[in-house]
T-cell receptor, first 115, second 113 residues
């Protein structure tokens, strides 16, 4: 079974500063993928970044980077140079790459960027 | 614009009504998904279709009935719903069933009175 824990219900960050959103996971699988999605108030889940469990380098996509610490089972999202448009819910998810391959989501973190 | 559209965006229905949610993907993907997002709960996977065949049904009540007529379209037929079914219903698609990123639509916000 897969489980995602996001312990920060809400976070605030000053515009142009960096922020880290925490995510820890639990899985017994050897091969898995970790995802971060952004959900603005409009409701759409927007894919941000992916990290495979065998990837040696931390994933980066523009201002997003994933701080992957496999031994600690953490996959924190770092957003650099925050913008007002970054205010949204952020969800961490895990997908097993063996077996059913379903996505399991955490409860999310609401990020508010302060001007 | 992620290439996954959902209609309607908002729906209010009584418990005795029958309605359908529609999802369409323009990405050439082979797998489609229905999720339910309730307040303060993680997204719950409801149904998975791969190449138009239902491959997973996560113990969803029979008042929810999916239909996948082709790889681009996915429907969720609703009948005799309960107020606790009020939620955001999200559709997603991925290239294939295995290890591929899922791309989501904007969701249908459903209110059952």
């Amino acid at each position: 079974a897969q489980k995602i824990t996001q312990t920060q219900p809400g976070m605030f960050v000053q515009e142009k500063e960096a922020v880290t959103l925490d995510c820890t996971y639990d899985t017994s699988d050897q091969s898995y993928g970790l995802f971060w999605y952004k959900q603005p108030s409009s409701g759409e889940m927007i894919f941000l970044i992916y990290q495979g469990s065998y990837d040696e380098q931390n994933a980066t996509e523009g201002r997003y980077s994933l701080n992957f610490q496999k031994a600690r089972k953490s996959a924190n999202l770092v957003i650099s140079a925050s913008q007002l448009g970054d205010s949204a819910m952020y969800f961490c998810a895990i997908e097993s790459q063996t077996g059913a391959n379903n996505l399991f989501f955490g409860t999310g973190t609401r990020l508010t960027v302060i001007p | 614009e992620t290439g996954v559209t959902q209609t309607p965006r908002h729906l209010v229905m009584g418990m005795t009504n029958k309605k359908s949610l529609k999802c369409e993907q323009h990405l050439g993907h082979n797998a489609m998904y229905w999720y339910k997002q309730s307040a303060k709960k993680p997204l719950e996977l409801m149904f998975v279709y791969s190449l138009e065949e239902r491959v997973e049904n996560n113990s969803v009540p029979s008042r929810f009935s999916p239909e996948c007529p082709n790889s681009s379209h996915l429907f969720l037929h609703l009948h005799t719903l309960q107020p606790e079914d009020s939620a955001l219903y999200l559709c997603a698609s991925s290239q294939d069933r295995w290890g591929e990123t899922q791309y989501f639509g904007p969701g249908t916000r459903l209110l059952v009175l």
